[in-house]
């Protein structure tokens, strides 16, 4: 199994910019997440989603849209490009709720927006 | 709103060193999980507690829920090192069982 998925690696963008993160797994499990992490933090949870065609905010979710047409995918969009997202994003999956279940993390994506 | 403080920010340790590390937060959590991240990596779970008091090992790594329920700890012993990397504790948030996470405890291990 390759387990949690994330492309791109890395990317820079231009203030203004769209993009989309895209995330996949492969277990099959209910719960996806989207978090940034900024230098010398910790994870801020952006969007979560509890199933197919179910998604909801996190703590940080301004600038950012979700989808979850699929069990297995859960893209992240950026619209409009700012210098303040500059972060590294991590998908990540559970089969139950996080904070009773592991979470599985992808590679992380390393966004710059100049 | 819900905090996640985690002390010390980082450690220079030696080898061979035992570690300790702490959590703590300004409300009460029902359960505590412990994960590390290596460099370029996503984070894994370490360890996670249920219960105000419980003491759970994973090798040589030991945590404990704290029994006021607003701190925890993870404690390494003989590090090695592969234990380099940046320790995270989380808590689910009172409005929707997400996580919240600490800032991170980052352990290097001096040469």
């Known amino acids: 199994n390759a387990g949690v998925t994330q492309t791109p690696k890395f990317r820079i963008l231009k203030i203004g910019q769209s993009m989309t993160l895209q995330c996949t797994q492969d277990?099959?499990?209910?719960?996806m997440y989207w978090y940034r992490q900024d230098p010398g933090m910790g994870l801020k949870l952006i969007y979560y989603s509890v199933g197919a065609g179910i998604t909801d905010k996190g703590e940080v979710p301004n600038g950012y849209n979700v989808s979850r047409s699929t069990t297995e995918d859960f893209p992240l969009r950026l619209e409009l490009a700012a210098p303040s997202q500059t972060s590294v994003y991590f998908c990540?999956?559970?089969?139950?709720?996080?904070?009773?279940?592991?979470?599985?993390f992808g590679p992380g994506t390393r966004l710059t927006v100049l | 709103g819900q905090q996640l403080n985690q002390s010390p920010q980082s450690m220079f340790i030696q080898e061979g060193e035992d570690v300790s590390m702490n959590c703590t937060s300004s409300s009460i959590f029902n359960t505590w999980l412990w994960y590390k991240q290596d460099p370029g990596e996503g984070p894994v779970l370490l360890i996670a507690?249920?219960?105000a008091g419980e003491l759970t090992s994973n090798g040589r790594l030991t945590a404990q829920f704290g029994i006021t329920r607003k701190d925890s700890f993870l404690n390494i012993s003989a590090s090695i090192p592969s234990d380099v990397g940046i320790y995270f504790c989380?808590?689910?948030?009172?409005?929707?069982?997400?996580?919240?996470w600490g800032a991170g405890t980052k352990l290097i291990i001096k040469p």
């Open positions: 989380a808590g689910p948030m009172d409005s929707n069982y997400q996580l919240i």
């Open positions: 507690l249920y219960k």
């Open positions: 277990m099959n499990h209910n719960y």
């Open positions: 990540a999956s559970s089969q139950y709720r996080g904070h009773t279940d592991t979470q599985y």
